[in-house]
């Protein structure tokens, strides 16, 4: 067992479980990515509820909520470092194995801090929908992220996450990669959603997505309605065209917005001590 604290000790176990040869593309790396993204995305500004604080997918009310589908895999790979890490939080295992994946595979460094709490307040239970459906278009875009309190540039820079990772048939519906090396942190996905003549596409279930097949690898690739839509919009795509020509002010603007996006709920002191978890009623349990 490492030192309470020692979240290097942490962040090398985290590190070193991304190579999975048998899972997806031989990476744990985007599942890790979508669950910390998904831990923190149910934040409501308004009303100051959801956020990753409590870790709440642990339980089948927001485990359970079909856009977190497939997340137990996630889970499931963190649970060795939980094991020899006891004292780290959930909430801030898997916040943090998001930013470690991130950079492991040739992304930035995300800034990270800890102070996550595992209690859950039932007050701020997130309910279910929160999370952005991947058939919809612009408008359902914009509602869902400015509820957590983003704005257009910061939605599209967040949306590059989309270079990593894939969908699955029995986990969102959709199917396939956004680009051809999807453990590999890049703007790829800009430069693809700009430069390819994408096609309507209906799976055997019904559900509609968009495909491009390149030719000379023989590989077939995909976007979400969702991802069609940044391109679509005239004020997205300002910001699609900036981060498909420079990989640079896409990895900076990354940075600092899925940073934001981990912090999503907390109120922290100048000393960066978290200070909305002790005051939780009950306090810590984890
Ligand atoms: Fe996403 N995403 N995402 N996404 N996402 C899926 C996979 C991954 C939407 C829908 C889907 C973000 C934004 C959106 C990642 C990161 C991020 C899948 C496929 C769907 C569907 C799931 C499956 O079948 O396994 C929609 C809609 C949006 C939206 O913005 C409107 C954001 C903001 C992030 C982020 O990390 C900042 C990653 C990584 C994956 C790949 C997961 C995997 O298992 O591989």
Redesign the pocket.
């Known amino acids: 067992m490492s030192q309470a604290g020692d979240y290097a000790a942490v962040k090398k176990d985290i590190a070193a479980l991304l190579h999975q040869p048998e899972y ?2 031989g990476s744990a790396g ?2 890790l ?2 669950l ?2 998904h831990s923190a ?1 149910t934040y409501d500004a308004e009303t100051d509820t959801g956020g990753s604080n409590g870790a709440g997918m642990r339980y089948e009310a927001e485990g359970g909520d079909p856009a977190n ?2 997340l137990q ?2 889970r499931v790979f963190l649970e060795p470092v939980k094991r020899a890490h006891p004292w780290i939080t959930y909430s801030d295992l898997w916040t943090l194995a ?1 930013c470690v994946a991130i950079q492991e595979m040739g992304g930035p460094e995300i800034p990270w801090a800890p102070g996550r709490t595992d209690f859950v307040d039932d007050s701020k239970l997130p309910p279910r929908g929160r ?4 058939a ?1 278009g612009a408008d ?2 914009r509602h ?2 400015y509820r957590m309190g983003f704005n257009d540039q910061e ?1 599209v820079a ?5 270079n ?12 396939g ?1 956004w680009v051809q090396n ?1 453990t590999r942190f890049s703007n790829t996905y800009f430069r693809l959603l700009l430069a390819v003549d994408w096609k309507h596409k209906q799976l055997p279930s019904g559900i509609r997505q968009f495909m491009y097949i390149d030719e000379d690898l023989g590989e077939e690739l995909m976007m ?1 309605p ?2 069609i ?1 940044l391109r679509d919009d005239a004020k997205f795509k300002v910001w699609v065209q900036r981060y498909a020509e420079d990989r640079d002010v896409f990895f900076e603007d990354f940075t600092k ?2 940073a934001k ?1 981990m912090e999503l709920g907390l109120k922290r002191d100048e000393s960066g001590s978290v200070l909305n978890t002790d005051n939780v009623k009950g306090g810590y349990i984890s």
């Open positions: 997806d593309d985007p599942v990515v979508r910390a993204w995305g589908a497939g895999h996630a998001g999370l952005p459906d991947a919809q359902h875009v869902i992220f939605i967040l949306s590059g996450a989309h990593l990772g894939r969908c699955h048939a029995d986990r969102s519906g959709f199917s990669a999807p979400l969702t991802d839509a917005v899925f996006l």
